[in-house]
């Protein structure tokens, strides 16, 4: 349903369009660049900064919920920033609004996004205030009822309500409050079309005001950017065919974000390696493909209104990083001002070099449809032919490693567009407020305020949402695969560490030297010759931390440890998916019998308990920490026609199982995968079926104003309907004083 949008507002200060492509870019300069050396390390996991601390609260409260109107704007999936076309979006200004789409037909009225069910209403004949609350028994939420003065026109004067004692506003399900460790443990048990003739005098009026709205200049929501350099002349991101391979299909619209969906986090594709074809061999695609930044940055002019002769923007490189080829450690390359290297092939290796994986847009608006700047932050990687001698080079592995697995035969690239408002910071949110099915489960960790003296606690979230260890393209283990939990959806994730028999014994008896992240770059065949020489047969990653803590870099891991960046630090989940990560309370839901007792607080895994044990007859590891297990306990709050889903709790524990080497005649050298396995569940709390919310039944008597008795009775500690019956037992005791008077006066006579 279009809605007025059509308000008169003061501009507001420029938009920001962030577009995560994970493809390529280029500038000129593209020589100046070198290829940083490949090297094993975690990348940090990606965190929304806080830049201003006078924000965070000295004392956080738990946001409160009005159970009648949650999820009425669930189209409000960007905190900090304007969603185009979400109409009931409040970070959307008067002068934002006017750009949104236009409906057909109508020259002031906007296409809107769903946004949930309205706020409930009941019309009033008079209205004696603007709105009643319903306090839920047992709950900490509210229900609100909106009383509306009816409409003057005959019948709905007839059908108005003059008052009401028993109104049902609806079936709401009610917020189960604090969850308990016993609401987990007991969720545990449970298994979860006609046709008409359009009006000509409407076609005529749509035909008028569409070509009102190309002959403006003003970029509105939707809206394709005009490009040189992409392909149909407009700014255009690769994306999946129906083979998966990637062809120019995202076609970028104005103000909108891609992918449109939350349980994606890019709009992802892949690119053969192995193609023989004359035009879709390494050796071409490398130049003349979406690897090559020149056909995605370089090249690309975006036109900066929707003008017959625009003024076009040239994008700027803000940053460039290089992903080694084995660790996916993430490296600076050297010379980002100078803009992005093309992507070139080196027959005599078959790699081609600089081929783009990642690439960051950044447009800014200026608030009236108009660009202002794009700036691109640039990931590379190398793209190895399966044939080529790089790659026979790494399968025959290098001293005392074992091969590694097959090399890929596709390099897979990833596109996505944000936007944000100049000066802001634009979170993307898994819901409003709800969660979404499919989208991140929001965490991160607590973070203190830097500032001398100051005591306020905020959170570090974490981009992705919450992660589990995860395999790589082949299979194997590493610090830099990660799996992200997505709300509502189950999940079991496992990797492979290849172990000697000699080796299995060395790590389970806590000899191993190598930490994961070096041994695991090791096997893979790095270019760190240290590493690859002092490989040998009995060589075994440490087994403290437990590798589960190694490969999460320290997340949900207790003890504070050198090299693992969140060890020892507090793990916290929203228990909203809009919740501000400047508001603490909203990510620990403590109990308020018992402060100590934080529902959404992930518990901290301190060190295993029992220890592994060995056993040289069966060739076995008892009692291996080989993942985390994960469960999150859900509520409903709401309207039963659109409950919004929460996070009531989280549980964390260690998972154990045993290792055992399979062939007791196998050479010495040869390594047996060995698997961890992380879990992740949802299970949903016990709670009572959806409610009937009425709202308070009337007074003994009818209400009269607040102040009818002033100046001679106050009642401003005191309102609506209270107000007013006090107002009439003060009217009842003075004319009972008056009447008891007349009486005496009468009798005197």
Known sequence: MGRDCARVGSPRPAWVLTVLLMGVMAGPGADAQVKPTDAAGTNKLPTYPIADWTAVPATPTTTVVTVTSVGSC????????????????????????????????????????????????????????????????????????????????????????????????????????????????????????SFWTPDPEVMVAAAAVKAAASSSSQYRVNDTIAATGASGNVFTLPGATFSGVCGYTNVVGFGLPLPLALDVDASSCVVPLDDTSAAGRLSAVCTASTLSAAHLVTNLRLAQTRASEPAFLVP????????????????????????????????????????????????????????????????????????????????????????????????????????????????????????????????????????????????????????????????????????????????????????TLTGLEAFCKGTGTFTVNAFMYALGGGENPAFAAAMADNDAPASTPPLPAQLMDGLLYAPATAGLTHAGKTTVVAGWADASRLNLADWTSCAAADAADCATVAPALAAPAVSMVWTAATRTCDNVPVGVGVEVLTARVGTRDNPQARVARVATSWRFASWTYADPFAPGDVRQDFMLESTVRFVEVDQAAAQGVTPQPPPVFPSLPADFFYPFLSSASVGGRAAASVAWWVALAAASVAACATTRGANEF
Not at 92 to 104: S, V, W
């Open 74 to 193: 669930t189209c409000d999936l960007t905190g900090g920033s304007c969603d185009g076309n979400c109409c009931c979006d409040p970070d959307c200004t008067a002068a934002e609004r006017l750009l949104f789409t236009r409906l057909a037909g109508s020259a002031d009225a906007t296409v809107c996004l769903p946004e949930g069910p309205g706020v409930p209403t009941l019309d009033y004949c008079v209205p004696s205030s603007a709105v009643a609350k319903v306090n839920l028994p047992k709950s900490s939420t509210l229900g609100v009822v909106t009383q509306e003065k009816a409409d003057l026109s005959f019948l709905s004067q007839q059908l108005c309500i003059l008052d009401s004692n028993s109104a049902e506003l609806g079936r709401f399900f009610a917020d189960p409050g604090h969850a308990s460790v016993a609401s987990l443990a007991a969720a545990r048990t449970r298994e979860v079309g």
């Open 316 to 499: 700027t490189v803000s940053s460039m990083m290089y992903r080694s080829r084995v660790g996916g450690l993430e490296v600076a390359v050297a010379g980002a001002g100078g803009g992005a290297p093309a992507a070139t092939y080196n027959a005599t290796t078959g790699v081609c070099t600089f081929a783009v994986a990642e690439a960051h847009y950044t447009l800014t608006h200026d608030g009236a449809g108009s660009l202002a700047a794009a700036t691109v932050a640039l990931i590379f990687a190398d793209a190895v032919h399966p044939d080529g001698a790089a790659a026979a080079a790494a399968a025959a592995g290098a001293a005392g490693t074992a091969a590694p697995a097959a090399v890929a035969r596709s390099l897979r690239q990833k596109f996505s567009v944000a936007f944000q408002q100049a000066g802001q910071t634009a979170v993307r949110r898994s819901g409003a407020p709800g969660y979404q099915v499919g989208a991140p489960l929001l965490a991160g960790v607590t973070l203190r305020d830097p500032t001398v003296g100051s005591s306020k606690t905020a959170v570090d979230q974490l981009v992705g949402g919450l992660p589990v260890p995860a395999a790589g393209s082949d299979g194997r283990c590493g610090v830099n695969n990660k799996s992200p939990v997505r709300f509502g959806m189950s999940q079991s994730t496992g990797c492979a560490v290849p172990l």
